[in-house]
Nanobody, 123 residues
């Protein structure tokens, strides 16, 4: 079992930045791809970004490209999402996730999910 705890969410003005963190416990996740998803009110949860086990390969939704950066620290069992140039449409609950495989594949669903952290971007 893996437990994921997100942090770093909050209220920020449009154009601002936030850095989300996700700490994993229960077992090492250094051999697994990890990702971030988000769910806005009244919408389905959507993919934001993912990173391979080594951190070499990263993947982004079109909405995140050029503004968000995913990174990981396997020594600390953590993954981060740096979000810059935030927009009101980025407002959502952001979830951290762990995949069973070492590389991200959009056809696969994550195995473990965190509880989420709220990000609110005011205009």
């Amino acid at each position: 079992q893996v437990q994921l705890v997100e942090s770093g969410g909050g209220l920020v003005q449009a154009g601002g930045s936030l850095r989300l963190s996700c700490a994993a416990s229960g077992r090492t996740v250094g051999d697994s791809a990890m990702g971030w998803f988000r769910q806005a009110p009244g919408k389905e949860r959507e993919f934001v970004a993912a990173i391979s086990w080594s951190g070499v390969n990263t993947y982004y939704a079109n909405s995140a490209k050029g503004r968000f950066t995913i990174s990981r620290d396997n020594a600390k069992n953590t993954v981060h999402l740096q979000m810059n140039s935030l927009k009101p449409e980025d407002t959502a609950i952001y979830y951290c996730a762990v995949y069973a495989d070492p590389f991200y594949n959009r056809r696969n669903n994550p195995t473990y999910w965190g509880q989420g952290t709220q990000v609110t971007v005011s205009s």
